[in-house]
T-cell receptor
Framework: AQKITQTQPGMFVQEKEAVTLDCTYD???????LFWYKQPSSGEMIFLIY??????QNATEGRYSLNFQKARKSANLVISASQLGDSAMYFC?????????????FGQGTRLTINP | EPEVTQTPSHQVTQMGQEVILRCVPI?????FYWYRQILGQKVEFLVS????????KSEIFDDQFSVERPDGSNFTLKIRSTKLEDSAMYFC????????????FGAGSRLTVL
């Protein structure tokens, strides 16, 4: 079974609109972490946002927020006021187990295209 | 801002050759990692390294692969007898011992095996 599922292979959004990228996860651990990374066409992996399983509030980082619904095992990324530079591949990832062991399991990714 | 540095950015090699990919992690980080991304696919964990030894490895990381920290700054991934299916982007990453939970990735080394 997939540990991380991203059901949207591609999304097209108009500039300045908000966009939600879906991510569901599967784990039996009580302690885990959820991450979103951005991969532009240049290939590097850029960290966007992190949510710990015990964090009661949704994480926010500037225009990025993580809609964490623990009972549904979902960790959707919300980008507000999208910009042309947001066009990239977006990966959801999960860390199971202790924080020091950053063995991440990644989803297949969602390719986001922002149209002018 | 501190960054993870990887060299080379792109390497082309013939099947059967040995390749060494190099990484300079962030200086105060103590955990080091290699991940792999085959073109168009998801990123996959290969190995983690702490205190001069492998702490965890995936089933992908077989005897063909090895890692080493030859000095105080470099962290290398050696791939022996490369195969066509080893063609991928290889990412090095590092984390501190405690505190931040976030993997800092390097820009990647693209390996093309012909």
């Amino acid at each position: 079974a997939q540990k991380i599922t991203q059901t949207q292979p591609g999304m097209f959004v108009q500039e300045k609109e908000a966009v939600t990228l879906d991510c569901t996860y599967d784990t039996s651990d009580q302690s885990y972490g959820l991450f979103w990374y951005k991969q532009p066409s240049s290939g590097e992996m850029i960290f966007l946002i992190y949510q710990g399983s015990y964090d009661e509030q949704n994480a926010t980082e500037g225009r990025y927020s993580l809609n964490f619904q623990k009972a549904r095992k979902s960790a959707n990324l919300v980008i507000s006021a999208s910009q042309l530079g947001d066009s990239a591949m977006y990966f959801c990832a999960m860390r199971e187990g202790p924080q020091r062991a950053q063995k991440l399991v990644f989803g297949q990714g969602t390719r986001l295209t922002i149209n002018p | 801002e501190p960054e993870v540095t990887q060299t080379p950015s792109h390497q082309v090699t013939q099947m059967g050759q040995e390749v060494i990919l190099r990484c300079v992690p962030i200086s105060n980080h103590l955990y080091f990692y290699w991940y792999r991304q085959i073109l168009g696919q998801k990123v996959e964990f290969l190995v983690s390294f702490y205190n001069n030894e492998i702490s965890e490895k995936s089933e992908i990381f077989d005897d063909q692969f090895s890692v080493e920290r030859p000095d105080g700054s470099n962290f290398t991934l050696k791939i022996r007898s490369t195969k066509l299916e080893d063609s991928a982007m290889y990412f090095c990453a590092s984390t501190p011992l405690s505190g931040a939970n976030v993997l800092t990735f390097g820009a990647g080394s693209r390996l093309t095996v012909l």
